[in-house]
């Protein structure tokens, strides 16, 4: 399948896609939703993709939704069309996991949907920013609310309010990424991890994306419930019998997938 703003391909057991809008600095338009929606969920749908990793260019992950195609909206546009609430029903909403390869700008849009991964590695020209204030705006697409849970309220507030950009080194010590790389070498890094993860048992890996992401949406009592019983279900599963034995048997594991 091609797609007009995106290339994919399929590496191993990892969907490598590559936001491609260079003229725009990969600014996320309606396409470009519409692409990642079907791209993301056709890796959800494929048995044999376990791991995806979504990247931009040298000098944009993405500068931020496409500022072009907004200019000319008027409100009850944006409200009639629900305008690009496809990042939350759709993007954020993929089961399996996904990581997110971040060089250059990761600005507005782009930082959101950074965050919407599983993780962020950053290549170390990574600089990510909320900056919709200085065009009379404020976050959309989970900004305010995903900023704030990875960085805390005191730099989420500062970014958002004066616009400012975040280097790698400075989210990496925040908490905003999962570590820096050089930028030669994002692409390969990112690739290794995925593939890493593409080795584990499948639904082990997204039963541990689950339960990781309902630490943000529970209380503590809630969620260590619901990891306790997550807990017990994949015990019923062929990969913990086959997980167990291999660890017993001093072999490597191979798994089914159930
Ligand atoms: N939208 C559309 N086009 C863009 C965007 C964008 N966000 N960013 C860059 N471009 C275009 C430029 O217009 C330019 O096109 P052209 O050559 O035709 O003039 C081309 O990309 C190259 O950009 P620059 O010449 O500006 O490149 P520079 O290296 O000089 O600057 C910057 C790079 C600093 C990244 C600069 O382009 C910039 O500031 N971009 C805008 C960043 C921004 O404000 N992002 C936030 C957008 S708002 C947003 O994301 C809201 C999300 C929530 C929406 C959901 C609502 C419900």
């Given at each position: 399948m091609s797609y007009e703003t995106l290339l994919v391909e399929q590496r191993g057991a990892v969907t490598l896609i590559t936001i491609n809008r260079p003229q725009a600095l990969n600014a996320l338009n309606a396409q470009v939703l519409a692409d990642m929606s079907a791209a993301l969920a056709a890796y959800d749908a494929?048995?044999?993709?376990?791991c995806a990793v979504v990247t931009g260019s040298e000098k944009a992950f993405a500068a931020g939704a496409d500022i072009k195609q907004m200019a000319d909206k008027e409100a009850a546009d944006f409200f009639l069309e629900d305008f690009f609430s496809g990042w939350t029903s759709h993007v954020a909403a993929t089961r399996k996991p996904w990581i997110a390869a971040v060089a250059g700008f990761a600005l507005g849009g782009g930082c959101e949907l950074a965050m919407m991964a599983d993780f962020i590695i950053a290549a170390d020209t990574a600089k990510f920013g909320q900056p919709e204030i200085k065009l009379g705006v404020a976050p959309g697409m989970g900004g305010s609310q995903r900023l704030t849970r990875a960085v805390g309220k005191a730099k989420a507030m500062e970014m958002c309010l004066t616009g400012r950009m975040m280097d790698a080194t400075e989210a990496e010590s925040a908490g905003l990424v999962a570590r820096i790389v050089p930028a030669s070498d994002l692409l390969d890094e990112a690739l290794k991890t995925a593939a890493t993860i593409a080795a584990m048992p499948p639904m082990a890996a997204m039963i541990n994306k689950e339960m990781v992401n309902l630490a943000f949406e529970s209380t503590l009592t809630q969620g260590l419930v619901a990891e306790r019983r997550m807990f017990q279900i994949l015990t019923a599963t062929e990969d913990k019998k086959e997980g167990m034995a291999a660890f017993v048997e001093k072999r490597a594991g191979v798994w089914k997938g159930r």
């Open positions: 494929d048995p044999t993709q376990h």
